[in-house]
Nanobody
Framework: QVQLVEVGGGLVQAGGSLRLSCTSSGRTLSNSNMGWFRQAPGKEREFVAG????????YYADSVKGRFTISRDNAKNTVFLQIDSLRPEDTAVYSCAKYSTTDGTFRSYYSERLRYDSWGQGTQVTVSA
């Protein structure tokens, strides 16, 4: 498995922005499809955004479209999540994850938690009203 580390969370006011970063210790992420998920207190972990190996395809949950942007810099072994126009309901622990395969299934199953085989510890995002 890959050790993933997220940074960039914090406390922001509604309408503010954050940029989350995800990198790995050791193994490169440049050959992996990647995703961001979040889990709010008392709720299940939910898909937020996904990005293909070369970054040519991106996917978003309906609740974040137009506000969140996923990107990657394979040279820096990093995946980003730019979060704009934050809302109190975006408050959650945000985790990045590595999709388990590099075959064509990612375009169909990018939002399926069980398809990811490595997870970071997460970074807390708290949005005040």
């Amino acid at each position: 498995q890959v050790q993933l580390v997220e940074v960039g969370g914090g406390l922001v006011q509604a309408g503010g922005s954050l940029r989350l970063s995800c990198t790995s210790s050791g193994r490169t992420l440049s050959n992996s499809n990647m995703g961001w998920f979040r889990q709010a207190p008392g709720k299940e972990r939910e898909f937020v955004a996904g990005i293909s190996v070369l970054g040519k395809r991106t996917y978003y949950a309906d609740s974040v479209k137009g506000r969140f942007t996923i990107s990657r810099d394979n040279a820096k072994n990093t995946v980003f999540l730019q979060i704009d126009s934050l809302r109190p309901e975006d408050t959650a622990v945000y985790s990045c994850a590595k999709y388990s395969t590099t075959d064509g299934t990612f375009r169909s199953y990018y939002s399926e938690r069980l398809r990811y085989d490595s997870w970071g510890q997460g970074t807390q995002v708290t949005v005040s009203a």
